[in-house]
């Protein structure tokens, strides 16, 4: 079982994301440059936050075009496990794993806090070992998590039962005032119609020891793991 | 001594010398004649450009170097004191820690998204140039008024700026909006936690904000990287962003004051690639591990002209470069420009020769430009050529050692204020405290800063243990059992009423803040932000500053070791407060130790550890309540000095909360500075729904304000267990700390009786409205909350 995180010019939580498989999880854990076909027999693949090629133009609108993210495209398309984090989500979504789009937040600001998200489907290998509707205090950090589609297919990710975090108040209330971002439905991860592969604008990887104020995001790691183990 | 080869060109476009030019280029007659003299014939123009940059004050430190030099520097943990890119300590481990404080305050007034975005970029340059990794940032920030006060023109009186107009007010929004968007924006793309700090409003800062980046870095005690050139034929490699014609005298820029038509210096100012440079970050850090880099150091103020002459004059060789070899990203550009030029997110470096191809094949990788521009020469001069012309040819030392030093003349100067408190004024007659302290709570240096702080990513590299909004902010150290505390503090007001005691209380401040996680204040870097040196009352205070903060850092242990001088704040002819930031670096051995600044819970004992050693007359407390925000925010007016400081009490106050930290036995610390007492407690209150019940005693003859709201430095609230009071009373004491108990957490109401009279009371939640989101409300901004539309749901 060995973990991959990504590596593009402006990644910036990709030493994150490999401490808290390496380190808090215990797994084996590489990185992989995005100038590279070969994901070194990797069975999950972590798209991390960051600023990927600076961001200048869309955010994730050039990262989708490096060597490595046709080697990930072909891994989830057969089914491998791709979780892309904040940047990752974005870029997911531009190479098209994933469908939408994240806007700028609706305050036009740059967040960075802690919000509260409730999970609505424990049937993900991201998510097996929450419960449904367990609420998961975790932080965000982007300008652009202001998810969007179409009405057509925000139907189809709710008959699928595809959105598997929405933003909500600490007591678990989808509410406006707990959508920091203006996403529609308070859409804060979603998955792709096989479920293996996964975007969300929080960090559970910065909320994954206790000393950084909250454990709740290694129920992400930990789901994982469980759900590698067992396949 | 060097001798001077006759071949040298005057540069193609050069004018003949005259008056004119060089006024235009900063610099006066006697700095000419001297130029003539090193050199022993007239400058190229090219030479006088590189002069007038070496020269400015910005570089050269020309009217404040003899000052600097009575701060300490030394202890056994400063690996590296001023002089590099960064003071460097050693904090266990095999780690070492280099840090850095820098201003970027004329760029910021004049384009406040790129000048602050710059800054940052800047003073992470300093950090990563080192070898050191940064890991967190702060910013210590200045701006005019943001909103009306009760008296704005006997504010306006104070500071000689004239009343506050809504007009001002929108300019002041607007400086700060693009101000907190430029840092953001740069620190959260390179990836680097931005840990707070302070904003601070006052009139005098409306024409010359202050912007203030402090950064802190992380190297391998024995992988440390210096700005050093070595070995005589080594290649100079030039890598990182191509230049262009930007910021070309910026330095000097930054050594004048703002006169009318000053913003068409805009073109002046730099942009900034965050992007960019976090590839540099990479690349530089992968590149040091091939072991084939000698010395490197970034290009900042003076660009390619700083990074030459002083990498070689530290190195004792000279360094020849070659214009054509530099990448351009503009057509056209003279040898001039390219030596002025200020582009951001460039590097230079000297590499062992031969060894070239594992630097380039690193920076490759990395999608940046590398290219060798010259080599290391013995004879200490710097010479550049132009298609293989000579159009520089300058001995090192004349840029850096024998760049003019003044001492300028001093004149002893006082504030334009009462000494003592006014006859109109009266305390202790209205009974409306409670409603005072919520407009306390929601002023703007007091209210949560919430909206600036939440622009930045203050979570990025999963270190940060205490973030915005703390006295301090705490990284762990992934590896080891050890965290790093880091505060900034500066209180302009209390240096304009008295410059020697207010600096003495921003390095007090700022280690009583780092103090009160636990951790040791051990190392300290200082901004200083003045007037125009050639006025003697600027240039007094300025070296009143200078002796107040070397008693505080000698009494505290806190060397400086490095920093920055920013001069000429002055705008038609007003100057700043004289505004000495200091950021104070400590060391926390056990980081699960570290103590939280709020309330835990209901039912602790609240205490108030104190560093004053006996309580002060009432004559001397109204003295002092001047100085106050109290008496700025609720009264409109300003007298008197600052609070008086103890350091040898101080000092064992900052030991007795180390003590106290590493026994366990406290469940919160806070610092009580702004506001004084009761904000203080009311701050411990917020986001914990816990209250407080609280109960003071007033000596003689001394009013409710003056004991809710006095600013007396050296004081701690502190809450812990109750059967942990009796051992916190006994370690207190033998440090010579009192440990004052005030009352109780108690379930959500915020209580205080002075002698058993209750002056202040309301729900916790009534302060915290007061508090919270005040900032946005005095700028007219929504929520991001009132944004979100309720219903998005429309194809």
């Known amino acids: 079982m060995k973990f991959g995180v990504v590596v593009f010019p402006g990644s910036n939580c990709d030493h994150d994301a490999y401490h808290v498989l390496g380190t808090v999880a215990r797994q084996p854990v590489t990185f992989l440059w995005h100038e590279s076909h070969d994901l070194q027999n990797c069975d999950a693949i972590i798209i991390p936050g960051g600023f ?138 979603i998955c792709n119609e096989g479920r293996n592969v996964l975007g969300l604008m929080p960090h559970p990887e910065r909320a994954s020891e206790a000393e950084l104020g909250s454990m709740d995001g290694f129920r992400v790691f930990e789901s994982l793991v469980g759900a590698m183990a067992r396949q | 001594m060097v001798t001077h ?48 940059v070496m020269w400015s004050e910005h570089c050269s430190y020309k009217s404040s170097r003899v000052h600097l030099k009575r701060l300490p520097t030394h202890s056994p943990r400063v690996v590296q004191g001023p002089g590099e890119n960064a003071g460097i300590i050693d904090i266990g481990d095999g780690w070492a820690c280099a840090f850095k404080i820098e201003s970027h305050n004329h760029p910021s007034f004049l384009e406040p998204f790129q000048g602050a975005a710059t800054g940052v970029g800047g003073i992470l340059r300093d950090i990563f140039t ?37 007009k001002a007010i929108h300019k002041n929004h607007s400086l700060l909006e693009g101000v907190v968007s430029g840092i953001a924006s740069y620190g959260n793309c390179f990836g680097v936690p931005n840990l707070g700090g302070e904003t601070k409003f006052e009139p005098c800062y409306a024409g010359n904000p202050l912007v203030n980046a402090f950064a802190l870095g992380i190297v391998r ?75 490197i150091q970034d290009m900042g103020a003076a660009g390619l002209t700083c990074s030459t002459c002083e990498m070689g004059a530290r190195g004792g060789v000279g360094i020849e470069i070659e214009m054509d070899s530099v990448p351009q990203r503009e057509t056209g550009m003279t040898a001039y420009e390219i030596m002025l030029s200020e582009s951001q997110e460039r590097m230079l470096l000297v590499a062992e020769k031969g060894r070239e191809d594992e630097v380039f094949r690193v920076f490759e990788k990395w999608g940046l430009d590398a290219f060798t521009i010259g080599h290391v020469t013995a004879d200490g001069v710097m010479r550049v050529r132009e298609h293989g012309e000579l159009v520089a040819e300058i001995p090192n030392t004349a840029l850096t050692d024998e760049a003019p030093v003044y001492r300028r003349p001093m004149q002893p100067w006082q504030a334009d204020v009462p000494r003592q408190m006014p006859a109109h ?189 006996a309580a002060a007359s009432a004559d001397a407390l109204k003295n002092e309540f001047g100085s106050s925000e109290y008496a700025r925010e609720i009264l409109g007016e300003l007298w008197g000095s600052p609070p008086g400081l103890d350091l040898h009490q101080e000092a064992a106050l900052h030991r007795c909360m180390a003590e106290l930290g590493s026994r366990r036995v406290l469940r919160s610390a806070h610092d009580c500075s702004d506001g004084g007492l009761a904000v203080a407690l009311a701050e411990c209150c917020f986001g914990t729904r816990v ?90 901004v929504e929520t991001e909350e009132r944004l979100v539309p309720n219903v998005v749901q429309r194809s």
């Open chain 1, 52 to 189: 990927a090629f600076g961001d200048y133009l869309r955010t994730g609108a050039i990262a989708r075009f490096s060597p490595v993210m046709q080697a990930v495209s072909k891994f989830a398309r057969s089914g491998g496990l791709v979780l892309g984090i904040c940047n990752g989500f974005q870029v997911l979504c531009e190479a098209g794993l994933l469908p939408g789009a994240l806007m700028r937040n609706a305050g036009l600001k740059f967040i960075c806090k802690f919000v509260h998200v409730r999970v609505e489907s424990t049937d993900t290998p991201y998510t097996q070992a929450c419960a449904r509707g367990e609420v998961l205090r975790v932080p965000i950090a982007h300008m652009e998590g202001n998810y969007f589609c179409d009405e057509p297919m925000h139907a189809r990710l709710q008959r699928e039962e595809r959105i598997i975090f929405r933003y909500c108040d600490a007591e678990g209330r989808a509410t406006a005032e707990g959508n920091p971002n203006g996403a529609l439905d308070n859409i804060a991860g």
């Open chain 2, 5 to 52: 080869s006759p071949t040298v060109a005057r540069a193609p476009e050069a004018a003949a010398i005259t008056a004119d030019l060089i006024e235009q280029h900063g610099l006066t007659p006697d700095e000419y004649e001297k130029i003539v003299r090193i050199l022993g014939r007239e400058p190229s123009l090219t030479e006088l450009g590189i002069f007038s």
């Open chain 2, 130 to 166: 080192m070898g050191a990794r940064p890991i967190a940032v702060m910013d210590s920030l200045r701006f005019g008024d943001i909103a009306r006060r009760g008296k704005p023109n006997e504010i306006g009186k104070v500071t000689g700026y004239g009343a506050v107009d809504e």
């Open chain 2, 221 to 295: 005690r024995d992988e440390i990287f210096y700005a050093r050139a070595a070995g005589v034929g080594n290649p100079v490699i030039y890598v990182g962003a191509k230049t262009g014609r930007d910021g070309i005298h910026g330095a000097t820029m930054a050594s004048e004051e703002f006169r009318e038509g000053s913003e068409q210096k805009r073109p002046n100012v730099q942009v900034g690639d965050p992007f960019l440079e976090k590839l540099l970050l990479e690349a530089c850090l992968e590149a040091m591990q091939t072991g084939a880099i000698v010395g």
């Open chain 2, 425 to 613: 004024v009266s305390l202790g007659e209205k009974q409306e405290l409670t409603a005072a302290l919520k407009r306390l709570l929601a002023s703007p240096n007091i209210c949560e800063k919430r909206w600036i702080t939440e622009q930045y990513d203050s979570m990025v590299q999963t270190n940060t243990l205490a973030g915005p909004g703390a006295d301090a902010g705490l990284v762990r150290i992934k590896g080891t059992d050890r965290a790093l505390g880091m505060a900034v503090d500066g209180n302009g007001r209390w240096c304009y009423l008295d410059p020697k005691l207010g600096a003495s209380h921003a390095v007090a401040e700022a280690a009583r803040n780092v103090a009160c996680t636990g951790a040791v204040p051990v190392a300290a870097t200082n901004c200083l932000n003045f007037g125009n040196p050639e006025k003697p009352h600027v240039m007094w205070k300025f070296s009143q500053v200078i002796d107040g903060l070397a008693a505080a850092c000698e009494a505290l242990g806190t060397p400086i070791t490095g920093g920055n001088v920013s001069l000429y704040n002055e705008t038609l002819g007003e100057g700043i407060y004289p505004t000495p930031v200091v950021g104070v670096v400590g060391i926390l051995d056990d980081a699960s130790a570290a103590v939280q600044p709020k309330f835990q819970e209901v039912g602790c004992e609240i205490m108030l550890l104190t560093a004053a050693p």
């Open chain 2, 691 to 780: 209250g407080a019940s609280v109960a003071l005693h007033a000596g003689a003859g001394i009013a409710p304000e003056l004991v809710l709201f006095g600013e007396d430095a050296g004081r701690i609230v502190i809450s812990c267990d109750p059967d942990r009071s009796e051992e916190i009373k006994k370690v207190a004491h033998q440090h010579g700390i009192a440990a004052i108990p005030l009352g109780k957490t108690v379930p959500e109401q915020f209580t205080v009786a002075i002698d058993r009279h209750t002056v202040v009371s309301a729900p916790v939640s009534e302060l915290e409205s007061a508090w919270a989101r005040s900032l946005e409300r005095m700028l007219h």
